[in-house]
């Protein structure tokens, strides 16, 4: 149902144009961040590439986060993960703040997104009251409006390295070279100075202007725009569009966050972007991720980690996304990636190595967090600033590279794309 929802989504407004380790580290106590696994240095595993299932990792990380900083966070009701008396109210009517004022709410922060014609309001809940409790009074008060936690997302994780071909750096559908691509990544810190992304062109957006370099962060970069003598990403020479909405914070990766990075991303006109993410329903960044879409932005996320019986995860289940899941070096689904309707394409994800902060600069990676960055790299040539009929020119196109175009299915979508971007770890010893 979601294909159907997403290819309508694009429809409809091509029409009236003419008529998504988990947990990057956070800055938080080691071992409490990488779902999506950034291991153990390649000499240990180089023999050892098949890494192990995530599925218990994402709610045992939650759990932990929890449990360590319940001064600034809590549960929903569901037990994911919100920034502590936090309340998202997506583009409030002058009602709708009445009747959170009336609630006891006051106005924290507000966020225009004027090339989308939208704003995004936090409330902050008074001491001694429960956030979840307002929320509901705040919803009754305004049956109208779109309320939520501000809740917190988490990271969801060829052609032999020393001898990339340069023929198979991908071209777009209508000839751009790849140095006139622009990507867009929405994800924790990057090294910038590793040998991989030092020569790459990256603007960064958040965290006041101080780096905060991480190994989620870097390793997703450097599979979109990474290139050295022994590794390359999907779109050397392309133009990255970095926000970290971590910051090495206990709150990062918000809602609230994320909004502001796609606000950043849609003022910045970036046709692509991609989000190795994980987390709840959430009607703010739901409103959110649809606007962007609307506007002919193409959305990439992970489908995550939680195993193929798991309920759907956001924001790669939201329609208009393109959810992108993980295969093993023989095209095999890892037995951790999600599966559904919101899978759209399948890329590697396992059996492979990407840049990582330190020594040694090269680590096997696993999750559908580093399979989804492959994906937005093949994209983004054919989009290199938002328009809606391209948007969907660019994902019919892939999706003839993937298979024939229209057979789909939940662990592969229309197919596996981007299988000689694989670099694989035992080259790099």
Same mark, same amino acid.
């Given at each position: 149902?979601?294909?159907?929802?997403?290819?309508?989504?694009?429809?409809?407004?091509?029409?009236?144009?003419?008529?998504?380790?988990?947990?990057?580290?956070?800055?938080?106590?080691?071992?409490?961040?990488?779902?999506?696994?950034?291991?153990?240095?390649?000499?240990?595993?180089?023999?050892?590439?098949?890494?192990?299932?995530?599925?218990?990792?994402?709610?045992?990380?939650?759990?932990?986060?929890?449990?360590?900083?319940?001064?600034?966070?809590?549960?929903?009701?569901?037990?994911?993960?919100?920034?502590?008396?936090?309340?998202?109210?997506?583009?409030?009517?002058?009602?709708?703040?009445? *009747?959170?004022?009336?609630?006891?709410?006051?106005?924290? /922060?507000?966020?225009?997104?004027?090339?989308?014609?939208?704003?995004?309001?936090?409330?902050?809940?008074?001491?001694?009251?429960?956030?979840?409790?307002?929320?509901?009074?705040?919803?009754?008060?305004?049956?109208?409006?779109?309320?939520?936690?501000?809740?917190?997302?988490?990271?969801?994780? /060829?052609?032999?390295?020393?001898?990339?071909?340069?023929?198979?750096?991908?071209?777009?559908?209508?000839?751009?070279?790849?140095?006139?691509?622009?990507?867009?990544?929405?994800?924790?810190?990057?090294?910038?100075?590793?040998?991989?992304?030092?020569?790459?062109?990256?603007?960064?957006?958040?965290?006041?202007?101080? *780096?905060?370099?991480?190994?989620?962060?870097?390793?997703?970069?450097?599979?979109?725009?990474?290139?050295?003598?022994?590794?390359?990403?999907?779109?050397?020479?392309?133009?990255?569009?970095?926000?970290?909405?971590?910051?090495?914070?206990?709150?990062?990766?918000?809602?609230?966050?994320?909004?502001?990075?796609?606000?950043?991303? *849609?003022?910045?006109?970036?046709?692509?972007?991609?989000?190795?993410?994980?987390?709840?329903?959430?009607?703010?960044?739901?409103?959110?991720?649809?606007?962007?879409?609307?506007?002919?932005?193409?959305?990439?996320?992970?489908?995550?980690?939680?195993?193929?019986?798991?309920?759907?995860?956001?924001?790669?289940?939201?329609?208009?996304?393109?959810?992108?899941?993980?295969?093993?070096?023989?095209?095999?689904?890892?037995?951790?990636?999600?599966?559904?309707?919101?899978?759209?394409?399948?890329?590697?994800?396992?059996?492979?190595?990407? *840049?990582?902060?330190?020594?040694?600069?090269?680590?096997?990676?696993?999750?559908?967090?580093?399979?989804?960055?492959?994906?937005?790299?093949?994209?983004?040539?054919?989009?290199?600033?938002?328009?809606?009929?391209?948007?969907?020119?660019?994902?019919?196109?892939?999706?003839?590279?993937?298979?024939?175009?229209?057979?789909?299915?939940?662990?592969?979508?229309?197919?596996?794309?981007? /299988?000689?971007?694989?670099?694989?770890?035992?080259?790099?010893?």
């Amino acid at each position: 149902m979601k294909r159907i929802y997403f290819l309508i989504a694009l429809s409809i407004v091509c029409n009236a144009a003419s008529a998504q380790l988990r947990l990057p580290s956070l800055g938080l106590p080691p071992g409490l961040g990488q779902l999506d696994t950034l291991h153990a240095p390649v000499q240990r595993l180089a023999d050892r590439i098949d890494l192990p299932d995530l599925r218990a990792l994402r709610l045992d990380t939650v759990g932990k986060l929890l449990r360590e900083h319940p001064d600034v966070l809590e549960a929903d009701p569901h037990g994911e993960p919100a920034v502590r008396a936090q309340i998202l109210a997506w583009s409030p009517s002058a009602a709708g703040l009445e *009747a959170a004022r009336q609630a006891g709410l006051r106005v924290l /922060a507000e966020e225009r997104f004027e090339e989308l014609g939208q704003s995004l309001v936090v409330l902050g809940v008074p001491a001694g009251s429960a956030t979840e409790a307002l929320l509901e009074r705040l919803r009754a008060l305004d049956p109208e409006g779109h309320y939520d936690f501000n809740h917190v997302y988490t990271g969801s994780g /060829a052609a032999p390295a020393a001898e990339l071909p340069r023929a198979s750096v991908p071209s777009s559908t209508d000839g751009s070279p790849a140095n006139e691509a622009r990507l867009g990544l929405i994800d924790s810190g990057i090294d910038t100075g590793h040998r991989a992304l030092r020569d790459a062109r990256i603007r960064a957006w958040g965290c006041d202007g101080v *780096a905060h370099p991480d190994a989620h962060g870097t390793a997703v970069a450097a599979l979109m725009v990474g290139r050295d003598e022994r590794f390359r990403g999907a779109l050397p020479g392309a133009q990255l569009f970095a926000a970290d909405i971590y910051c090495a914070s206990p709150t990062g990766g918000s809602a609230g966050q994320i909004a502001a990075a796609l606000g950043w991303l *849609a003022r910045e006109q970036v046709g692509v972007i991609n989000m190795s993410l994980v987390g709840p329903p959430n009607q703010a960044l739901e409103r959110m991720v649809a606007a962007m879409v609307a506007r002919g932005h193409l959305l990439v996320a992970a489908v995550g980690n939680d195993g193929p019986a798991a309920p759907p995860l956001y924001p790669a289940s939201y329609p208009g996304v393109v959810g992108v899941t993980g295969v093993d070096r023989r095209g095999r689904p890892l037995p951790e990636a999600a599966r559904g309707p919101q899978v759209l394409f399948a890329a590697p994800g396992n059996n492979m190595a990407s *840049a990582s902060p330190g020594e040694p600069p090269y680590r096997p990676v696993r999750g559908t967090s580093f399979a989804a960055p492959i994906v937005a790299g093949l994209l983004a040539p054919a989009l290199p600033r938002p328009d809606r009929r391209q948007a969907r020119d660019a994902v019919t196109a892939l999706a003839h590279r993937a298979g024939d175009g229209t057979t789909v299915s939940n662990a592969f979508g229309y197919g596996i794309v981007g /299988a000689d971007l694989r670099t694989d770890p035992a080259q790099l010893r």
